[in-house]
């Protein structure tokens, strides 16, 4: 069953036209990989999908739901959120508080409620803490709760952002890039954190990744993005043998 689905997106900047026809569906419980160039539109397709950009051309839907000109913060509460290329963290913030602050993206209490300290606002702020503690634990992260985020290595901060896009609950979550800068060691557990969060928290996952190790063995499905244009969607097996793909992106030998 689909549970996102773009049919002929496009997507115009001053008539450069970064994406073109652009067809993508992503069914439920789904490891799919979104792979290509520089340049060829993988994050301004998941600026699209997070409501960052309005298609020029195009329908977005997720499951049954239009996202077309949908603000940013209520797609987040229908479901999907997100990681960035670029680390995006509270770096003055505590572990633990960087992703409590990712959870009240969700919560009904506001800055006036928690003042007065009303029984409910307490109540929520309790489970808002025992779930940035869960999910720390899930990352690998809980011993760490109470340190600044700035001080965490490179591979912990990606971990933490993962932890704060969770806090959100969300059914679909896109990841941009996330093995970037890690070492060897660091992908290999991050593959495993992928597969884990898969399971125990029932997501579909859409990742936008360089690193074709990590994309051929974690991803289901994977589509090629180059130009802007879809040129190939299938198995692992089906892109590394699709000559499209060879030719435009894997390369071939001399």
């Known amino acids: 069953m689909s549970i996102l689905t773009l049919q002929e997106i496009s997507q115009e900047f001053g008539g450069l036209r970064a994406l073109n026809a652009v067809d993508l569906m992503v069914e439920e419980k789904q490891i799919y990989g979104i792979i290509g160039p520089n340049g060829a539109g993988k ?142 060691t660091e992908k290999v557990e991050l593959m495993e954190l992928i597969y884990n969060i898969r399971e125990k928290m029932s997501l579909t996952i859409l990742l936008v990744e360089h690193d074709m190790n990590l994309v051929m063995n974690i991803c289901e499905r994977i589509a090629v993005l180059d130009y802007g244009r879809k040129i190939a969607d299938g198995s692992p097996e089906q892109v590394k043998n699709d000559e499209r793909v060879i030719q435009s992106y894997l390369g071939v030998e001399a």
């Open 43 to 184: 994050t301004t397709l998941f600026n699209i999908i997070t409501g960052i950009y309005i298609p020029t051309e195009g329908t977005l839907m997720f499951k049954d739901q239009k996202l077309n000109g949908i603000a940013p913060y209520r797609i987040a509460r229908l479901g999907i959120a997100r990681t960035f290329q670029n680390i995006r963290l509270f770096p003055k913030l505590s572990v633990l508080d960087n992703v409590r602050v990712g959870r009240h993206g969700i919560t009904r209490s506001g800055l006036l409620n928690s003042m007065l300290s009303l029984p409910w606002a307490r109540r929520e702020e309790k489970e808002i803490r025992e779930k940035a503690g869960y999910l720390l634990d899930l990352v690998g992260l809980y011993d760490k709760s109470m340190e600044y985020a700035v001080n965490l290595a490179y591979g912990e901060q990606r971990r933490l952002e993962i932890a704060r896009a969770l806090a959100l609950d969300p059914s679909l979550l896109l990841l941009d890039e996330p093995a970037a800068g890690m070492n060897s």
